[in-house]
């Protein structure tokens, strides 16, 4: 079963704080995403990356930051947290071949106080 | 505007009964269509999956329909458990890139 896991289930940050957001997945996935998912929204992505030292822009980048420097594991960056970012923040990775289907972490729930 | 809509926003059911939950999508050109199930405080798991020439997918209690000419898709859940309860997410892939567009989900509570 492809596992997805996330560092930390609840977070609780100030203001201005710089926070990291970390992510494993353990069947060589070469795609990986950062979700943030608020009620009324759904999930929107922030990043994405499909190889290792790669990424992309989502649909909501601003704010954010992220490093790949393994195949494994993705870190999603909040320079300087603020109360906006208060959100659910989920990982998801995928295979670049056959039914692409994304596989999720538990979800991060970050507070920004 | 979203290209995934579901309906309704929220539902309250019994436990035992049936319930059907809708996802309207624009996009296009389609690729696949998924439902995923979130319980509260946990990452979406997927369901079903359908392409172009599907029109219907069961999971156990779970049905899944499509009509890619209306582009419509339902989800319907037999004989509700309290299990049930969670938030259903309909996420439609784009034929070209493989975007996927996430609904906004439906969140379902099911009573004893």
């Known amino acids: 079963d492809v596992k997805v896991t996330q560092s930390s289930r609840y977070l609780v940050k100030r203001t201005g704080e710089k926070v990291f957001l970390e992510c494993v997945q353990d069947m060589d996935h070469e795609n990986m995403f950062w979700y943030r998912q608020d009620p009324g929204l759904g999930l929107r992505l922030i990043y994405f990356?499909?190889?290792?030292?790669?990424?992309e822009k989502g649909d909501i980048p601003e704010g954010y930051s992220v490093s790949r420097e393994k195949k494994e594991r993705f870190s999603l960056i909040l320079e300087s947290a603020s109360t906006n970012q208060t959100s659910m923040y989920l990982c998801?990775?995928?295979?670049?071949?056959?039914?692409?289907?994304?596989?999720f972490g538990p979800g991060t729930r970050l507070t920004v106080t | 505007k979203n290209q995934v809509e579901q309906s309704p926003q929220s539902l309250i059911i019994l436990e035992g009964k049936n319930c059907t939950l809708q996802c309207n999508y624009t996009v296009s050109p389609f690729s696949n269509l998924r439902w995923y199930k979130q319980d509260t405080g946990r990452g979406p798991v997927s369901l079903t999956i359908?392409?172009?020439?599907?029109n219907t997918k069961s999971n156990g209690r779970y049905t899944a329909t499509l009509d890619a000419d209306t582009k419509q898709s339902s989800l319907h859940i037999t004989a509700s458990q309290l299990s049930d309860s969670a938030s259903y997410i309909c996420?439609?892939?784009?034929?070209?890139?493989?975007?996927?567009?996430f609904g906004a989900g439906t969140r379902l509570t099911v009573k004893p």
């Open positions: 998801a990775s995928s295979s670049s071949f056959g039914s692409y289907e994304q596989y």
């Open positions: 359908m392409t172009f020439s599907e």
């Open positions: 990356s499909y190889d290792v030292k790669m990424k």
């Open positions: 996420v439609v892939s784009e034929q070209e890139n493989n975007d996927m567009r």
